[in-house]
Nanobody
Framework: QLHLVESGGGLVQPGGSLRLSCAGS????????IGWFRQGPGKEREGVSC????????DYADSVKGRFTISRDNIGNTVTLQMDSLKPQDTGLYYC?????????????????????WGQGTQVTVSS
């Protein structure tokens, strides 16, 4: 199982930006689709964004479309989530995870984690 570590969270005012990073230590990182998930206060964990193993296609939850951008670097073994125009409802603990090895008919990744093993996550707080 690929080991992933999240970083980049922090406190930001509404309308601000943050850049989260998900780093993998294994050389087979490039073989896996990766997703970002978040869990807000009193809420269930939800999928935010995902990117295919080759980085060519990505998908987003409706709540973040147009504000968040996911990308990956398979040489540096990282997946980045650029978050702009942040809102208080984006507050939560953000995790990255390996996704199930399936794609939709459109070739998009599916925001379903491959296992129930989660890292420590990185806290994002959007508040004035």
């Amino acid at each position: 199982q690929l080991h992933l570590v999240e970083s980049g969270g922090g406190l930001v005012q509404p309308g601000g930006s943050l850049r989260l990073s998900c780093a993998g230590s294994e050389s087979n990182f490039k073989n896996y689709p990766i997703g970002w998930f978040r869990q807000g206060p009193g809420k269930e964990r939800e999928g935010v964004s995902c990117v295919t193993s080759n980085g060519r296609k990505s998908d987003y939850a409706d709540s973040v479309k147009g504000r968040f951008t996911i990308s990956r670097d398979n040489i540096g073994n990282t997946v980045t989530l650029q978050m702009d125009s942040l809102k208080p409802q984006d507050t939560g603990l953000y995790y990255c995870a390996v996704l199930i090895p399936r794609i939709t008919v459109q070739g998009l990744c599916i925001m379903t984690p491959r296992s129930d093993n989660w890292g420590q996550g990185t806290q994002v707080t959007v508040s004035s």
